[in-house]
């Protein structure tokens, strides 16, 4: 006999936790995740605008890569090729390059892990798909986000080889894509970092870049709002609180640097 509970117990508990989890980071720096998005939807992001809930299925989706970080991150380690695990990346990292890059770049993350194999540094970057995306990557190669984010980590890191692991949530098929460090790349990447900072830091938005029905404006979070007439109006309501956060987030370097046109 099937005993489906009727009045749940756990599993309210279970998004309700999930949710507080997601909320409870106001940041108004950018992560290297976010870097192959939608400039208006990071900035968007950045000044806080409310984001439309994501569903619990959708939280469990995220749940579920971060579990998938836990499994390799020990899975190297077990190997003997782990060198570090998600390192990170902050105006506070050891690495004195990297940690001048983070604060005039207002950056803040951390890569999901850097192996040694044999006696070479890669930064990885780990995704899962379901299986018709991960046969499209296969075919055609990683997405573009993904590869940004792979560049990006490698300009900060200064390590000039990256790997993206992708595992095929359905058949847990691996497939990985090897990319050297590119000087071109990350320098579009630099720039687009740069404008998203002047727009935030100046309380305003970066134009509209995606067709209302693009992939990039359908799963995005901000899509209620982004067309609106008054969508700026959120942030005059908001400026003394979110001029005060984005002065105590951004380190005293940011300015210095943008001021001598950087
Ligand atoms: S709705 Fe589209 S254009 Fe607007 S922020 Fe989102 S992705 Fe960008």
Not at 216 to 230: A, P
Not at 246 to 255: E, I, S, V
Request: aromatic share 12%; net charge positive.
């Amino acid at each position: 006999m099937l005993l489906l509970a009727v009045d749940l117990v756990l599993i309210p508990k279970i998004y309700s936790y999930l949710q507080k989890q997601r909320t409870n980071k106001i940041l108004t720096t950018i992560s290297p995740w976010q870097i192959g998005h939608c400039s208006r939807q990071i900035a968007m992001a950045m000044l806080q605008f409310p984001q439309e809930r994501l569903t619990p299925q959708q939280l469990l989706v995220f749940e579920h890569g971060n579990s998938m970080h836990d499994r390799y991150q020990s899975y190297f380690e077990k190997m003997g090729i782990l060198v570090a695990k998600e390192l990170p990346l902050n105006s506070k990292s050891e690495n004195k390059w990297t940690s001048h890059q983070c604060k005039i770049l207002r950056i803040r993350g951390r890569t999901d892990a850097v192996v040694k194999v044999d006696g070479v540094d890669y930064i990885i970057e780990l995704k899962s798909a379901k299986d018709k995306s991960f046969n499209n990557m296969k075919r055609y190669g990683p997405y573009e986000s993904y590869r940004d984010q792979l560049q990006l980590y490698m300009f900060l890191t200064q390590i000039k080889n990256g790997l993206i692991l992708v595992e095929n949530k359905d058949t847990q098929e691996l497939a990985e894509f090897d990319f050297d460090y590119n000087e071109d790349h990350s320098g579009r990447l630099v720039k687009k970092i740069n404008t998203i900072n002047d727009y935030v830091m100046n309380l305003s938005l970066p134009p509209i870049e995606f067709k209302a029905d693009s992939f990039e404006c359908t799963y995005c979070g901000f899509k209620s709002i982004c067309r609106q007439k008054d969508v700026e109006k959120y942030i005059k309501e908001n400026a003394v609180w979110l001029q005060v956060l984005l002065k105590a987030q951004t380190h005293p370097d940011y300015f210095k640097y943008r001021k001598e046109g950087a």
